[in-house]
């Protein structure tokens, strides 16, 4: 079967070679890797984040996973799960020295190979997104379900600020403007505009403007600011 006598490419670009006998099949490492549950992903990725050189997955209800390299025979890569946080849903962010974990209400933080809790309740029933804050790289804002929050480096320590809380918003996303203000993307409840007339998240003092399809928007629905 060493002479090739036609070679055809199809639709998936896929490659058929006609054989003296028979035929042969090749497919062409594609530029994309899947990896899913045979990688030790199992369940919807809720986030991605690599830091310090390694990628972190968080799973909904699965915790977070690292990639790391097969221990195997194989070389290909798997997902392995981080013991102390094997359950709930995680969102992940690095930021400064550390990776920071939101699982369900509460938050972790990862420096080195170890993991300590680091804020136990955050105020909002489950985190969505975690976003640095551009104007107080001290600052990390925190949105979920049932409002926002933010914790502050002082004197070596992260400590949790006011609440903000909105029973009726789901916030999936936050961006920053250069005076403070925040754009807050909510699940089905528009758009939030939230300012602090004195000062900062630790005054406890906040102006929010709601933004809907009757001022508008397309949706209520998944809104993102950009």
Avoid at 134 to 150: E, N
């Amino acid at each position: 079967n060493e002479n090739i006598h036609s070679i055809y490419q199809d639709r998936q670009s896929s490659i058929w070679l006609a054989l003296n006998s028979g035929m042969a099949h090749l497919e062409i490492p594609s530029p994309l890797s899947i990896f899913d549950n045979r990688s030790g992903l199992a369940g919807s990725a809720t986030s991605i984040t690599r830091w310090r050189g390694s990628l972190y997955v968080g799973i909904h209800s699965g915790g977070v996973r690292r990639l790391s390299r097969s221990q195997g025979s194989s070389s290909n890569p798997v997902f392995q799960a981080i013991p102390e946080l094997a359950a709930g849903t995680a969102r992940c962010l690095g930021h400064q020295d550390r990776l920071f974990i939101a699982l369900e209400k509460a938050l972790y933080q990862l420096q080195g190979e170890k993991v300590s809790l680091l804020i136990p309740d955050l105020g909002i029933s489950s985190a969505y997104v975690l976003y640095p804050s551009k104007v107080d790289p001290s600052r990390i804002y925190i949105g979920g379900l049932g409002g926002l929050t933010s914790i502050r480096r002082s004197r070596g320590s992260w400590t949790l600020e006011n609440t903000l809380q909105d029973p009726v918003s789901t916030i999936i996303s936050i961006l920053e403007e250069k005076d403070g203000r925040l754009w807050l993307g909510t699940m089905s409840s528009g758009i939030l505009r939230v300012s602090y007339p004195e000062g900062g998240p630790e005054s406890g003092k906040a102006r929010v403007e709601r933004f809907t399809n009757n001022d508008g928007l397309p949706t209520r629905r998944e809104n993102a600011p950009f």
